[in-house]
């Protein structure tokens, strides 16, 4: 692997002659084939999901790349790590990678092994063995809990991710700290064709020992379950799998240290998700004539109660009536108890994975003193574009649209500014800009998100007409256009467009939970209910307003973002070969569209034309003055004419370099 006889095509494309997208695209297919699954665009890596288990990755092989600079071997994603490593350690600058790519293009998995070559290289003490165990299994546990099987992916992650770990001045890592963003919940009780419910569900009821089963009043039988089927049918990956992995997540909840009870209370609650989600409701009529409902299997609804350490009228009562006025209780019809029903269980399960996100957080927590550095790993789960498209896919790509921004500034835009500004010659590279779809979404205050909170759109028909309004001649929305399905909009993403049905984006932006439910699961007597739904505590003062799910998820993000701006970043673009999770099919057209909307051609071509290294003369002077007499120990000088004496004494050709105003630049070629 290491031979460079062996390698195929070029590694990096920016050494293809002449550039062309067929031949950028063809030298991917042809190194694909003989499973050189990565391939660099200077200094961000390419890397297509080979679909199968290659022997690519070692503790050998982490050493080997963990010495040596990233363009002295073939293309790796270890050569990514490790470059972010040695800057970490040797620079002492706080470092990102930042994964992007479809669903089931490999960016759970690349971020795995980033994870993997850390571990590989870092020390071995027992302090740093036990932190590094914990970062290890705080994954499997978010799998466990996090993903579920999709039609694109068996293990697709259906939350955004980003892990920041902590390193000590050793290079060792003390600690970490997760960040979630946007769990899926809407699986936890709907299911489209194909897919499966978040894996943890099927885990517990095939891997539970049968005592533990009884205590959680369960039968092993996934197809019991009402939210585990799709249609009727129940979509199964195999039983002895998902045995498997239920062992590997009960000894990621031991290796973090969660205790017996705290175990117990977090299967309980998916106990409970899984029969709250078997209630059924019959209508009745109520003696003043008006329609109410009752649960025809209330046998489910004491068991549930038992589990929750719940009183049986009230959660009945909170699921089947709601307070309309103060005082005043009206019933529910049984389709509105049905929907209420599935709010508890989604607010509960997404409720249970942002407590165990806090919970692996303080355990993760380095508890060092002493000036730590950070490396991040962002693994966001990428565009979609189904059928039928939702509230959550606009959230998604929402995100990936400002993925896609910080990545074009910072790979095409800025640098193309920054050679300008440094007075060199430059001929511009043209780009898609996505900034105005970004605008399109985010303007202050017609962008598609900010009219969702907007005071008086109280209903998905009003959102509608503030978009057909506010947005209907942007050049990347089309509404009120007779082409589109009823109560829809389209937006041109830079994946490609998109269109969206608005119903339910209301609720599912304002995201309350009715007061009903949160006063009745705060009245368990379950451990954890007080934690997980403090507004239900009467004596809490309710004036503070929550933020909207859109209003949060931009400012979460852009925070987020604005701390990467600050750091060395390094880019992984993972690609899919193509969609039937085939290992031999390079499905050309697929990667021509992958590559057309990532703009990866431009970005080659800023790096052919550009320069691959830069630093500062004050940068450059301080790092290599040791390298002659007369620059060493200090330059008197001005910092420029140093660095012009410091390279004349080497030998290094002109034609190598070039001065800017500001900072020396090395030549690609
Ligand atoms: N480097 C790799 N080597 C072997 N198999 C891989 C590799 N990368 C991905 N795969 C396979 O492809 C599957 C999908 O990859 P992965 O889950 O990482 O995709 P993803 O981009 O994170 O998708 P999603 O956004 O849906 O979570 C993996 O479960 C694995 O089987």
Redesign the pocket.
């Known amino acids: 692997m290491l031979s460079l006889e062996q390698e195929i095509g070029a590694w990096d494309s920016v050494l293809l002659e002449p550039l062309s997208e067929d031949i950028f695209i063809s030298n991917l297919q042809q190194r694909f084939k003989r499973d050189h699954?990565y391939t660099y665009i200077g200094n961000i890596l390419i890397?297509i999901?080979?679909?199968?288990?290659?022997v690519?990755?070692s503790a050998d092989l982490a050493a080997t790349y963990a010495k040596r600079g990233p363009f002295q071997l073939p293309p790796h994603?270890y050569a990514i790590a490790g470059s972010a490593y040695r800057w970490l350690n040797d620079r002492n600058e706080d470092q990102c990678i930042i994964?992007t790519?479809?669903?089931?293009?490999?960016?759970?998995?690349?971020?795995?092994?980033i994870l993997q070559f850390l571990v590989l290289v870092s020390g071995n003490n027992s302090e740093v063995k036990l932190t590094k165990d914990r970062l290890v299994q705080a994954n499997t546990l978010l799998e466990a809990f996090g993903?579920a099987k999709?039609l694109?992916?068996?293990?697709?992650?259906?939350f955004g991710k980003y892990l920041d770990i902590e390193f000590d001045y050793k290079g060792d890592p003390i600690g970490g700290h997760l960040m979630n963003y946007l769990l899926d919940k809407s699986r936890v009780t709907s299911l489209s064709q194909g897919d499966r419910n978040f894996h943890i569900f099927y885990q517990l009821l095939t891997g539970a020992d049968i005592h533990l089963l009884k205590g959680l009043k369960l039968q092993r039988n996934v197809e019991h379950y009402a939210i585990l089927q799709m249609d009727g049918h129940c979509p199964t990956q195999t039983e002895e799998e998902d045995r498997q992995l239920f062992l590997y997540t009960r000894s990621a909840l031991d290796v973090l240290g969660f205790s017996v009870e705290e175990v117990v209370n977090i299967f309980r609650i998916i106990a409970v998700v899984l029969k709250l989600g078997n209630l059924q409701f019959v209508p009745c009529n109520n003696i003043d004539g008006t329609e109410g409902c009752s649960i025809s299997n209330d046998y489910e609804l004491y068991e549930i109660c038992e589990l929750l350490g719940a009183e049986h009228r009230w959660l009945q009562r909170a699921l089947t009536s709601r307070h309309i006025d103060d005082g005043i209780l009206a019933d529910l019809n049984a389709q509105e108890a049905s929907r209420t029903r599935d709010t508890l269980c989604k607010t509960l399960y997404s409720r249970l994975f942002t407590w165990l996100i806090n919970r692996i957080n303080d355990i993760i927590k380095s508890k060092h003193l002493g000036k730590r550095k950070v490396l991040g790993v962002l693994?966001?789960?990428?565009f979609e574009m189904f059928e039928k498209n939702s509230f959550e896919q606009l959230m998604i790509n929402y995100c990936n649209e400002k993925l896609q921004q910080f990545i074009i500034s910072a790979t095409l835009k800025d640098e193309q500014e920054e050679i300008i500004k440094e007075g060199l010659e430059w001929t511009r590279i043209e780009y898609f800009n996505n900034i105005n779809i970004c605008q399109l979404l985010e303007h202050e205050n017609h962008g598609i998100l900010s009219l969702l909170d907007e005071p008086h759109v109280l209903c998905d028909q009003t959102y509608l007409t503030r978009i057909e309004q506010c947005c209907a001649g942007h050049s990347h929305c089309l509404a009120a256009d007779p082409t589109l399905p009823t109560l829809s909009f389209q937006i041109r993403h830079f994946a490609g467009p998109v269109t969206y049905t608005v119903r339910g984006f209301i609720d599912k932006n304002r995201d309350q939970l009715p007061r009903e439910l949160s006063r009745a699961m705060f009245r368990c007597d379950h451990t954890l209910m007080q934690a997980l739904f403090p507004e239900g505590n009467p004596k809490r003062c309710t004036l503070k307003r929550t933020l909207s799910v859109s209003n949060h998820l931009q400012v979460v993000l852009n925070s987020l973002l604005k701390s990467l701006v600050g750091r060395q970043s390094h880019y992984i673009r993972?690609l899919?070969p193509n969609e039937l999770?085939q290992s031999r099919i390079f499905e050309v057209a697929l990667i021509q569209h992958q590559v057309r909307y990532l703009g990866l051609i431009s970005t080659v071509q800023v790096w052919r034309t550009g320069f691959c290294y830069r630093l500062s003369f004050p940068q450059f002077l301080c790092r290599y003055k040791l390298l002659c007499c007369n620059t060493w120990p200090r330059w008197r000088g001005s910092p420029i004419e140093g660095v012009s004496v410091l390279l004349r004494s080497l030998p290094i050709p002109t034609a190598e370099f070039t001065f800017g105003r500001t900072k020396l630049f090395e030549i690609v070629r």
């Open positions: 699954i890397s999901n080979p679909y199968k288990k290659l690519l990755y994603i994964i790519g479809e669903s089931g293009s490999g960016k759970t998995e690349a971020a795995r092994i993903n999709t694109r992916n068996d293990n697709a992650s259906r693994d966001f789960y990428g993972c899919k999770k």
